[in-house]
C-alpha cells in the first residue's frame, strides 16, 4: 500500500543545503517547505538531528541523487533501505529522483547522465521505479533531466518516455521548468510544446532553478538566480498545470538565504496571479 503525500504545502520551498541550516534552525523563516538531498544528510549526524528538528516545523521532501532508476545494472538496495529509514523518521510529502543513471557496476558516478528513450531503456526505468515504490512504500516522482544530448536511437520524445512510465508505474512527475528551459534551447525544441505533452494530472511537483550560458549551450548549473525564461515558462506551466508545489534550487555559488526566500515569495506571486487569471500567462508576466 502507497501511502499518499503526508500535506501539500501551502507556498514555494526552498531547497535545504548545509550552509544555510543553522540560521533556519535558529531563524524559522517563513518558506512554504524544504527539500533536501538526502546523501548529504544520512552521512553527517549533525545535520541529520538538525533536519529532525526542521521536520517538525517544514513540510520536507526528499529529492534524491543516488538513486540510479536508469542504470542497466540495478537499484543499490543498501542505499535504498537507507532511504527508506529516513522516509519512516521524517515522513516526508515527496520522495523525487531523476530520469537519469548515475552508476555503473559499483561506482557511482557525481552526474546524472542520459539515457536513449527506447522499449529497452523503458523497461529497465519501470523495473527500477517500481522496486522503489515498493521500497519505500509510496509514489515516487520522476524529474525531466536537463539535456545536452540526444540519442540516435532514440525511439519516442522524452515526454512519451515520461508518460508511459507513469502510465505502467503509477509514480508521479517532478517537472523541472529550468531544466525544460535548457533541455529545449540545447536540443532545439520549444519548451510550451513540451510541457503541453506532459500528463497534467501526474505532476506533482515544479522545481525552478537557476542556469548558465557558456558558448552555445545552457548548462544546469543551479548557481545563479532564476532567469527570466524560466519564470515565463513556469507561469505557462502554472496555467497548464494549475497551481503545483514549487521549489527553489540552488546548489552552487550559494547566496544569502534571504536571496533563496525572495525566489520562492516571487514563485508564490506568480503563480497566484496565473491562478487567478486562468492561464493568461503573457500577462501574468
Ligand atoms: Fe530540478
Same mark, same amino acid.
Given at each position: ?49 538538525? %533536519?529532525?528538528?526542521?521536520? $517538525?516545523? @517544514?513540510?520536507?521532501? &526528499? ?9 542497466? *545494472? /540495478? ?16 515522513d ?15 561506482e ?15 523497461r ?18 520522476v ?24 502510465l ?18 540545447? %536540443?532545439?525544441?520549444?519548451? $510550451?510544446? @513540451?510541457?503541453?505533452? &506532459?500528463?497534467?494530472d501526474?505532476i506533482?511537483?515544479?522545481?525552478? *532553478? /537557476? ?5 552555445e ?69
Amino acid at each position: 500500500m502507497r501511502t499518499p503525500p503526508r500535506r501539500t504545502p501551502a507556498g514555494a520551498g526552498i531547497g535545504l543545503r548545509l550552509s544555510h541550516i543553522a540560521e533556519i534552525v535558529a531563524t524559522r523563516p517563513q518558506a512554504g517547505w524544504l527539500e533536501i538531498h538526502p546523501e548529504n544528510f544520512l552521512a553527517n549526524p549533525h545535520a541529520f538531528e538538525l %533536519l529532525t528538528e526542521l521536520s $517538525h516545523i @517544514y513540510p520536507i521532501s &526528499l529529492h534524491t541523487v543516488g538513486i540510479s532508476v536508469g542504470s542497466a *545494472g /540495478g537499484i543499490n538496495r543498501s542505499h535504498l533501505a537507507r532511504i527508506r529509514t529516513l522516509v519512516d523518521r521524517i515522513d516526508p510529502v515527496f520522495v523525487s529522483g531523476h530520469l537519469a543513471w548515475s552508476t555503473y557496476k559499483s561506482e557511482y558516478l557525481n552526474d546524472l547522465l542520459p539515457l536513449p528513450f527506447n522499449m529497452e531503456s523503458l523497461r529497465v526505468v519501470i523495473t527500477h521505479v517500481n522496486e522503489v515504490q515498493d521500497a519505500l512504500g509510496r509514489s515516487y516522482l520522476v524529474e525531466n533531466p536537463a539535456s545536452y544530448v540526444a540519442f540516435a536511437n532514440n525511439r519516442c520524445r522524452e515526454t512519451e518516455f515520461l508518460s508511459e512510465l507513469v502510465l505502467r508505474t503509477g509514480c508521479r512527475l517532478l517537472c523541472d521548468v529550468s531544466n525544460v528551459v535548457v533541455s529545449g534551447h540545447n %536540443l532545439r525544441y520549444d519548451p $510550451h510544446e @513540451y510541457l503541453d505533452c &506532459l500528463p497534467s494530472d501526474a505532476i506533482a511537483e515544479v522545481h525552478l *532553478g /537557476g542556469y548558465t550560458a557558456e558558448e552555445e549551450y545552457l548548462i544546469d548549473t543551479h548557481a545563479a538566480a532564476i532567469a527570466d525564461p524560466a519564470w515565463e515558462l513556469y507561469a505557462y506551466a502554472m496555467g497548464r498545470f494549475g497551481p503545483r508545489p514549487t521549489l527553489i534550487e540552488w546548489d552552487n555559488e550559494m547566496p544569502p538565504l534571504a536571496t533563496l526566500l525572495a525566489e520562492a515569495r516571487r514563485a508564490d506571486v506568480l503563480k497566484s496571479k496565473v491562478t487567478r487569471l486562468e492561464v493568461r500567462c503573457a500577462d501574468a508576466c
